[in-house]
């Protein structure tokens, strides 16, 4: 009788499993971050529920090989220290703009970024948070620099 059963020798077997293990590690790393800890904003009236990216890994993932994302929906990078931070769309297939945030909520530039590229986008001063929601979500809002976003992230520390 003959079989489909792809036949593995068991001194390879290692090496197919280091092989598995690679392939599984380029796919993860090649898929969107979906199921981060959330947290509810406000910008205004409008209400955002936004992923936070805490660690090192989920910011540098971000919103990576996402095609799609709510209007209201967002992801929040946080960082441990105010300071200058900038962001680029490689392997970042949404057009998104980029809030960069003060420690008290406030927004002190914005910037829209470009889907796949890998220019970068800078707060204007030190800042803890960016928060980054669709392309035009700000500007159909009328929020601009200055506005202050609510939320537990904002609160005093």
């Known amino acids: 009788m003959k079989s489909n059963a792809l036949a593995i020798r068991p001194s390879r077997l290692p090496q197919v499993l280091a092989l598995c293990a690679l392939c599984a590690s380029a796919w993860a790393q090649n898929s ?5 800890q959330r947290v509810e904003l406000t910008a205004g009236m409008y209400r ?3 992923q936070v990216a ?3 890994q ?3 993932i971000g919103l990576m090989f996402r095609r799609e994302m709510p209007q209201h929906e967002g992801m929040l990078f946080v960082f441990e220290q105010p300071a200058t931070q900038c962001f680029w769309m490689k392997n970042t297939q949404l057009p998104l703009t980029a809030a960069f945030v003060a ?4 927004i ?3 910037a829209d970024m470009q889907p796949l590229s890998e220019d ?6 030190p800042v803890r948070y960016v928060l980054e929601m669709n392309q035009g979500w700000f500007a159909k809002r009328g929020i601009k620099a200055g506005a202050r976003l609510g939320g537990s992230a904002f609160q005093s520390k």
């Open 120 to 125: 970068s986008h800078c707060s204007a001063k």
């Open 54 to 56: 805490l660690t090192p």
């Open 103 to 106: 420690d008290d909520g406030s």
């Open 48 to 50: 955002i529920q936004a």
């Open 108 to 110: 002190v530039n914005l």
């Open 58 to 60: 989920e910011r540098q």
């Open 32 to 36: 969107p971050q979906m199921n981060l």
